[in-house]
């Protein structure tokens, strides 16, 4: 097996990285590194922390209306009623500075902008050369809190910029490149018709980065498509995907896929896959040297009833979840199409990924959330944690149309009714409210992609196409707030996430909205 690829990204003086920025009118790395941040009461990334258990760190407000609303797609693309785009998760610092990325083109062009958690007023902007990869549905674009007090988002040629200080309406702006800055710069050219992130950016709680990316054609330095690791002292890694998987058939990592670390930081899961066929590709669920990007174990995702390998589409935004023992849940399209209802699985693994637990019975376009079994006052299990994840069930493939939300209990079991599988059991369940016309007895979908659960209130904050944002109340298993933030959409699936100040926060229709008391 080859070895990772390691260049250490030279810290050059603050008049040179100027002077070179002004030749090539491109920020660069700068060598001073703001005081750390405790990131503890923010949202730092896609599902919140590193481990993507998006918990809720206050206590939320009650969601009596929208506080103030920003739009996340100047020029958003419908298809028919329906907005094929998966947004990157907005930001919050513990100061309470809201980061949203937003898309400002009709194909492309994005920009990051720091609003104010109250107001939502503009408080800065940095535009980003970032150039999406080849794609059906537009994959996110995931930036990311660092605790060296920077937002880091994806830029050109697989580079990524960091802006330091986000809750000052100035701050310094800078560029890495994890194949090493002085190759970028001497053709950036040829790194940005050819090098294209294609997942979040997770970072550690050392800040340590990590994300995919796809490479297309020649580069100066040869780059292959695989993951991309910048350490915190600004050492520069990464490893072919066919590498880390030890396997030549593998072509990337997975569109929107989020890297989850283990909270030791030791171990990195990531999923890579084959280049699409026929609309179906399958591959592995990773576990890599968080330090290295060497292989320490890997599985491959198979369907919960045919057992055949299980597809993992690139129009999803499943990405490794990791509970509080270290297990690993991740989820997978059903193979073949349509055995499940197109529901796919949440597969379920040990932390070395050599034992295969029971499966969820929904995972396609899903990350659940981790639940401390307190926020749940009926159960009576003996799981120390839960989770609670969507739960469709599409009507006119196969489905009953009775969408829903779940909280499951991953280490028990029951028979899913409708097709015999062995999946995880039901604790509560509770139906979309909205009929669907498209489907007589059906209720529109739940479109989120990873929701905010509010332990402390025993709830949790999720979002649906009917408009409206809703708090599920575990103790009642009852919607018992709302609060409408548009008409309704059909659109790809998005997060729900939650401020220090307990402001809740969710995207409908190509809007943010902040919604609170």
Known sequence: MLCPHRIVLPFLSATLVFAAAAAAQRPTMLVAAPAPLDLSCGWGGFGRDPQHNAVAPVYTQDLNRVLWSTPVDLQPQYSGSALLVHYGTPLI????????????????????????????ALQWTLPSDYVLPAHNWTPSVGASLMPQNRVVVPAAGGTVLMRSTPDAPTGLTQRAAFYGLPNYLANPAAYDGNVFIDTPITCDAAGNLYFGFVVTGATPVPLQSGIARISAAGVGTWVSAATAANDPAIAKVTYNCAPAVSADGHDLYISVNQAPGSGFTVGWLLRLNAQTLALQSRVQPLDAMSSNPAAMPDDGTASPLIGPDGDVYFGVFENPFGSNHYRGWLTHYDRTLAQTRIAGDFGWDCTPSILPRS???????????????????????????????????????????????????????????????????????????????????????VNNEDGKMYRWDFVTNTLTQTVTLTAGLGEAYTPTIVGPDGVVYAINNATLFAVGQ
Request: aromatic share 6%; hydrophobic share 35%.
């Open 93 to 120: 610092t513990p100061n309470g500075t809201v980061i949203v990325t937003v898309k400002t083109g009709v194909s492309g062009t994005f920009q990051l902008e720091g609003r104010a958690s109250g107001t939502g």
């Open 375 to 461: 926020a749940v006052p009926s159960y009576a299990g003996t799981s120390q944690y839960l989770l609670m994840s969507k739960y469709n069930n599409y009507g006119g493939i196969g489905g009953d149309g009775l969408n829903k939300v779940a909280v499951l209990d991953p280490f028990a079991s029951q028979l899913d009714p409708q097709t015999g599988a062995t999946v995880m059991r039901e604790v509560l369940t509770i139906v979309g409210p909205t009929p669907d016309p498209g489907f007589p007895g059906g209720v529109k979908e739940w479109c989120i992609n990873s929701a905010a659960v509010d332990p402390l209130r025993h709830s949790a904050l």
